[in-house]
């Protein structure tokens, strides 16, 4: 008992002198001490050096501090070191996962420029990141068990913070800019419900579809095909890169009409070239016409056209409509495309065409990958005279299964359309 006496007088004579000397070397303490000590309740203060103060004076009075404020000293100093840090790292930029209005999840990325080391963070504590070292297998743990709740799929929201990163060197900015576009595409490749929120292309008719600002539409192929349309104006479309920085480069700027063409190349199967001056698309079970690029003069079909628009309009030329009604509806006269047959030892393609209304087939040659006109299409029975060189490849493609059929022409052949 005594020894424990003596250890709690030597710690009050300890912060008695170390008080006093504070007194004469902090003007803040002295402050504190004569206005604020038995006037603030402990628990009421948020400030860690005011917190070590009234450590130091209880300790100067009785030798211990309680359990209530050891915690909350531990609290505080965590919440600093949290600031600490923040303070000495560079925001490089913000990333959210959506349903509908609901966010499910956001991220911040950071650079510690004296570490060189990048950081991330999913939470905050009185507004100020948690960091944590960037990792993978982190930011694949957290994103590929997001769900949505009342749909099949979820959306990015994202920000670079460009000025933030301004002041850093080049070597090291266009190393962060890469970071968050591989983190982009990184995030939309653990989700797969981030996959599920294409936007489907549906040909335009008299105005344009209807998008959502924050769904990506699939302009070509692959990731760096997504895009997110950012102005749907009267006279011009704007389209930023989903998975990727925007900046001035890669930004699609379209007027409408040329935004009109891209929905229809991207939305509608082109089934045939007639030698009528129109070709023919399909589009779930619709049929549309559109004026080849060799024909001019018919500007009603400028762009794709629903079949039954085209009948019902009062622009259309009655002629065109006899050649559309009496041709392509009834005969069914044009030939559709069937089959793609390289040719050995040369650079030459045989191709194959079906007459939609006989069912008879028709080839053509297409040499150093020049497409023939429909005009040079000939029967099928005519090969094996006109061209023998070419009839053995051609019996032993139809008889086996070549790995180098073109991807799509199977799915071409099982087009079932009822005119």
């Not at 966010?103 to 950071?110: C, F, I, Q, R, S």
């Not at 009528?276 to 589009?283: A, D, K, N, R």
């Not at 622009?315 to 559309?324: F, S």
């Amino acid at each position: 008992m005594k020894s424990y006496l003596t250890i709690r007088n030597s710690i009050k004579l300890f912060h008695r002198i170390k008080n006093l000397v504070s007194q004469f070397l902090d003007p803040d303490f002295s402050a504190f001490k004569k206005f604020e000590f038995k006037a603030v309740p402990t628990d009421q203060l948020n400030d860690l050096r005011k917190l070590r103060y009234v450590r130091d004076l209880k300790l100067a009075e009785s030798g211990f501090i309680n359990t209530a404020l050891k915690e909350q000293l531990a609290l505080l100093k965590s919440k600093d070191q949290l600031f600490q840090k923040d303070r000495n790292i560079t925001p490089i930029g913000r990333i959210s996962i959506h349903e509908n209005e609901n966010k499910l999840m956001k991220l911040l990325l950071g650079y510690h420029r004296v570490e060189n080391r990048t950081y991330i963070s999913f939470t905050h504590v009185n507004n100020c990141p948690v960091w944590r070292n960037y990792s993978i297998s982190l930011l694949k743990e957290r994103v590929q068990h997001l769900y949505p709740s009342r749909s099949d799929h979820l959306f990015m929201k994202h920000r670079y913070f460009q000025r933030d990163v301004d002041h850093l060197d080049m070597q090291t900015k266009n190393r962060l800019l890469h970071l968050f576009n591989e983190t982009l595409r990184n995030i939309y490749s653990y989700n797969r419900h981030l996959q599920n929120g294409i936007q489907t292309l549906v040909p335009p008719g008299d105005k344009l579809p209807k998008f959502s600002k924050t769904l990506p539409i699939q302009v070509e192929q692959g990731l760096e095909g997504l895009f997110v349309p950012a102005t749907l104006g009267k006279n011009v479309v704007v389209l930023v890169p989903y998975l990727k920085v925007a900046n001035e480069k890669n930004r699609l700027y379209l007027s409408v009409g040329e935004f009109r063409t891209l929905l229809g190349q991207k939305s509608i199967t082109v089934l045939a070239e007639t030698k009528y001056g129109v070709s023919l698309g399909i589009h779930g079970n619709r049929l549309y016409l559109k004026a080849t690029d060799s024909v001019g003069g018919i500007d009603v079909l400028k762009q794709w056209t629903l079949l039954d628009d085209f009948l019902e309009s009062k622009n259309a030329p009655k002629r065109l409509k006899y050649w559309v009604v009496k041709n392509l509806i009834e005969k069914k006269d044009f030939l559709i495309d069937v089959d793609k047959i390289p040719l050995r030892q040369t650079n030459d393609t045989l191709l194959l065409k079906k007459h939609y209304g006989s069912g008879k087939t028709y080839f053509a040659l297409s040499k150093n990958g020049k497409k023939p006109e429909l005009k040079e299409y000939r029967p099928i029975v005519n090969l094996k005279s006109k061209h023998p060189e070419y009839y053995h490849s051609y019996r032993e493609y139809m008889n086996h299964t070549n790995p180098l059929e073109p991807l799509g022409t199977k799915k071409k052949r099982q087009i079932k359309i009822s005119i």
